[in-house]
Each structure stands twice: as structure tokens, then as C-alpha cells.
């Protein structure tokens, strides 16, 4: 079974431009997180999905990030403008509602 | 609100040394605990879980064992191997919402 696919891996932008990360969660998955992992911290929740629906947003900085999960499968991570502050590795996971989560490989974002 | 304190590192042992990282938690209620794993290049994957008080959670090797009275979840493994080396992640899950909270994270590195 394919694990959580994450594109692209690696993305290097200057600062002020978009950027847009790619996840597909496993098959059959209906639960859907985006993680904002640090350099030397733990993975810290941005946004999770219940199929379509986000349920928890509250700590997704919404003046400069946007997400979407089209048709409860795929999700796109958006940051427009990317500032400095925002270089860090991009965690995608999915999970039947209440079971364990899969993490894919992550998105390292270098903003320079 | 809810929290994770693992202990610093980074760990450095000689192969078959033992391993302990210590994990404790602030949560109100009964929150699962998890230690994941996170390989050089690699994202996140789960190692072992313990649901509920004096719970023992193990998977190659290591182990964990639920205190709810010290809010503790230590890991251990008896002989750790270079392989092993990693950054281990001490997490907790509280309610329906399975939102992670991840400790800081304790790199370990294991010299032949």
C-alpha cells in the first residue's frame, strides 16, 4: 500500500513569492493533517480535514496561508507571500478519523 | 493547554549501550501517548503507542509503559544498534480531534 505521497520535497524561493505544497494521503484516509515541523522542534498542527471540511484551522496563519482538500482526497498547501520566517519542513499525514496518523516524507521550503 | 517535555539533547552511545529518553506530559483527562521516529532524510513514523495507565507500548526492541502518575512516558531499548539512530519524537493525543502534540524531539546518535 502507498503511504502519504508529499511533492515536491524540496522547494527553494525568494521571499514575497507564492509557493504550494502537494499531498495525497493514503487510500480510503478521510482524515487529513498539515504539519509546520521547525528546525529542532516537534511538528506543530496547521490545519486538519475531515474529508472536504476543515475542523481545526486555528492555528493556520491565514493572512498568507490557504489550503484546500478538493473532493476529500488530495490537498494543496499555499503561502502567499513567503517571508523568511516561514523556511521550515511541511508535514503532510492522513488517518481514518480516530485512528493513528501516517506521515508522507515532508516539504523542505527555503525562503531566501 | 496540553504539552510534551522530552529531555534534551542531543544522545550520543556506543552500540548495545542502553537507551533511555525520558517523555513527560501536561494534559487534563486520559490523552494517548506515542513515540514516533524520524529517520535521517525521512518523515515521521510511529514506533509504539500506549492508549491508556500501565499500558506497555513496544516495537523492535524499544518500549514505553504508560505512567499516570508520574505523566510519564519513558523509552527504552535494551542494546541499541547504529541503526537506530534517529530523532525520537514524544507525542500525546487528548479527545475525539486526534490532534498531535509533539515534544521537541531528542536526537540520538549511535557510534559503532
Known amino acids: 500500500e502507498a503511504g502519504v505521497v508529499q511533492s515536491p520535497r524540496y522547494k527553494i524561493i525568494e521571499k514575497k513569492q507564492p509557493v504550494a505544497f502537494w499531498c495525497n494521503p493514503i487510500?480510503?484516509?478521510?482524515?487529513l493533517y498539515w504539519y509546520l515541523q521547525n528546525l529542532g522542534q516537534g511538528p506543530e498542527l496547521l490545519i486538519r480535514y475531515e474529508n472536504e471540511e476543515a475542523v481545526d484551522d486555528s492555528q493556520l496563519p491565514k493572512d498568507r496561508f490557504s489550503a484546500e482538500r478538493l473532493k476529500g482526497v488530495d490537498s494543496t498547501l499555499k503561502i502567499q507571500p513567503a517571508e523568511l520566517g516561514d523556511s521550515a519542513v511541511y508535514l503532510c499525514?492522513?488517518?481514518?478519523?480516530?485512528?493513528?496518523?501516517?506521515f508522507g516524507q515532508g516539504t523542505r521550503l527555503t525562503v531566501v | 493547554g496540553d504539552s510534551v517535555t522530552q529531555m534534551e539533547g542531543p544522545v550520543t552511545l556506543s552500540e548495545e549501550a542502553f537507551l533511555t529518553i525520558n517523555c513527560t506530559y501536561t494534559a487534563t483527562g486520559y490523552p494517548s501517548l506515542f513515540w514516533y521516529v524520524q529517520y535521517p532524510g525521512e518523515g515521521l513514523q510511529l514506533l509504539l503507542k500506549?492508549?491508556?495507565?500501565?499500558d506497555k507500548g513496544s516495537n523492535k526492541g524499544f518500549e514505553a509503559t504508560y505512567r499516570k502518575e508520574t505523566t510519564s512516558f519513558h523509552l527504552e531499548k535494551g542494546s541499541v544498534q547504529v541503526s537506530d539512530s534517529a530523532v525520537y519524537f514524544c507525542?500525546?493525543?487528548?479527545?475525539?480531534?486526534?490532534?498531535?502534540?509533539f515534544g521537541k524531539g531528542t536526537l540520538l546518535t549511535v557510534n559503532p
Open positions: 507525542a500525546l493525543v487528548r479527545g475525539s480531534n486526534y490532534k498531535l502534540t
Open positions: 487510500s480510503g484516509h478521510n482524515t
Open positions: 499525514a492522513s488517518s481514518y478519523t480516530d485512528r493513528e496518523a501516517f
Open positions: 500506549a492508549t491508556k495507565a500501565d
